[in-house]
Structures are given as structure tokens and as C-alpha cells.
């Protein structure tokens, strides 16, 4: 675990965030689901937040954002550079699974909707990450109606990747979580 940050802590006070819970996940590895995923602010927020409660927080964000003048500020920031012209996302997911088997600790935020836009069907690729690596998945919040910021619960996966998602997301149907542009977000598959 990282010092606190009282310098993203003041930030979010600023933009008029409040923090929910106020501890990184206890396990040196696990991923940290980013939801609803509906702004490129999404991301600020959820770093302030990790870095003001002690966590030291990774992203995987598209290649093409990795020039110049941002990449520097980018791996700075945890931001790991993905590929995703591959269909498929197995060589994404191999790539990711070494990365948790390379470190001894590694924290990773993931959106497992894929876009910033309004989606039905989450991608499986967390689950599958997670799975291989042996690491829990949290549920990671920004609620814009609340203002607040938090990690919530560990889900432990079952193997049926359909029935876990379907579970994570009445999680965030029950927990009530608005994001930025409200009609971007589907809490659960009809």
C-alpha cells in the first residue's frame, strides 16, 4: 500500500467528490471493475481516488492515447498500453495475465463494458483475466448522482463467466450508481 495522497484527496474535495470506502483492496493483485464507464472523466476521478486512499492504480488504456505530448503523463499514471486492433482479446488477455504474474503487486482498473457508450453485453475479458491469474474482482463505483467514489465488494467467480456478470451487475443495479451520461449506462442484460 501507498501513503495517502492529500494532494488527489484535496482534488476530489474540489470537484465535490466523497470517498466511499477508504482502503485499496487488501490483496497485493486484483482487478478493480470501472462502472459505469461513461466519460473520459471517469478515469481522472477513479485515479484521484485510488491514489487518496493509498492505492497505487494501473489502467489499461488504448495504445493510440500513448503519444507525445500525453504518454509520459499516461505511464505516470499507471496507464498501460493496450492493443486492441486484435479481435478476439485473447493475445490482450495473455498480455494482461503475465502482467499479474510479472509483479508483486498490480492493481488494475477495467472496464468491462469496453466503451464509453451506451452497451448491452459486457465484454468477458476481466472474468477471463482473472480467472488465469487466480486474482478476486472487485466492483469499483462513480456515482455522479451522489457525488461519491468507492470500492465495494470481492466477487468470487464460479468459472460460468454469463452467471458471474449477471450477479456483478445486479450488484450495481441494487447499489444504484448513475454515471456522467446516465443514458450510456445498462445495469443489467434483458
Given at each position: 500500500?501507498?501513503k495517502?495522497?492529500?494532494?488527489a484527496?484535496f482534488f476530489?474535495?474540489?470537484l465535490r ?11 497485493p ?7 459505469p ?13 485510488y ?5 497505487k492504480?494501473y489502467?489499461?488504456?488504448k ?28 493475445a490482450l488477455?495473455?498480455?494482461t495475465?503475465?502482467?499479474f504474474?510479472s ?6 482498473c477495467?472496464?468491462p463494458?469496453?466503451?464509453?457508450k451506451a452497451?448491452?453485453?459486457?465484454k ?5 483475466i482473472?480467472?488465469e ?12 448522482k451522489t ?5 465495494g465488494e470481492s ?8 452467471a458471474?456478470?449477471a450477479?456483478?451487475?445486479r ?9 456522467c451520461?446516465p443514458n ?7
Amino acid at each position: 500500500m501507498e501513503k495517502k495522497s492529500k494532494t488527489a484527496a484535496f482534488f476530489l474535495k474540489i470537484l465535490r467528490w466523497k470517498i466511499g470506502e477508504d482502503t485499496p483492496a487488501p490483496e497485493p493483485k486484483v482487478i478493480i471493475l470501472g462502472v459505469p464507464h461513461t466519460s473520459i472523466i471517469d478515469f481522472v476521478i477513479s485515479w484521484l481516488y485510488y491514489r487518496a486512499i493509498g492505492g497505487k492504480p494501473y489502467i489499461m488504456v488504448k495504445q493510440e492515447f500513448f503519444r507525445w505530448p500525453i504518454k509520459r503523463l499516461l505511464k505516470s499514471m499507471g496507464g498501460i498500453p493496450v492493443d486492441r486492433s486484435i479481435k478476439g482479446g485473447a493475445a490482450l488477455i495473455k498480455a494482461t495475465v503475465n502482467e499479474f504474474n510479472s509483479r508483486e503487486t498490480f492493481h488494475v482498473c477495467i472496464s468491462p463494458e469496453g466503451t464509453r457508450k451506451a452497451v448491452n453485453r459486457w465484454k468477458k475479458g476481466f472474468h477471463r483475466i482473472a480467472m488465469e491469474a487466480g486474482i478476486p474482482v472487485y466492483t469499483g463505483y462513480f456515482d455522479f448522482k451522489t457525488r461519491t467514489i468507492g470500492r465495494g465488494e470481492s466477487f468470487p467467480l464460479t468459472g460460468d463467466a454469463d452467471a458471474d456478470i449477471a450477479n456483478i451487475r445486479r450488484w450495481y443495479k441494487e447499489k444504484g450508481v448513475v454515471g456522467c451520461h446516465p443514458n450510456r449506462f445498462a445495469h443489467i442484460e434483458d
